[in-house]
């Protein structure tokens, strides 16, 4: 796991998890992050599993899925589709946000 730190704290703009070592850093499964990347919840550089790498961003995102399958007792699908919803939620409250912060004053 300290690899994976270091890679991450070296060169923030530039870190690139391999997948053993997003794995080891997350906490879940090769093929818990597979499901992942099929759903399209992480992307990946490589064109084939054992070349992949991983952005920074990609470590939060395995991070919180862990939690999710850990606390509630989900196989991969149902963490992803967790992930998709959690996401798709937190995408209608920046839109809400936004145009309330549109809205004229005297309509708030």
Not at 23 to 44: F, H, K, M, N
Not at 49 to 60: C, E, G, I, K
Request: some cysteine; glycine content about 6%; aromatic content about 6%.
């Amino acid at each position: 796991m300290q690899e994976a730190c270091d890679a991450l704290f070296m060169a923030p703009d530039d870190a690139a998890l391999t997948l053993a070592q997003l794995s080891e850093a997350s906490g879940l499964a090769v093929e818990q992050i597979a499901v992942l990347v099929d759903y399209g919840l992480l992307r990946t550089q490589g064109d084939e599993p054992a070349r992949w790498t991983f952005s920074a961003s990609a470590l939060v995102i395995a991070k919180r899925g862990g939690r999710l399958a850990r606390h509630f007792d989900l196989n991969a699908e149902g963490m992803a589709l967790a992930l998709i919803q959690l996401e798709r939620i937190a995408e209608l409250e920046r839109r809400l946000r936004w145009l309330e912060c549109a809205l004229p004053a005297e309509s708030r």
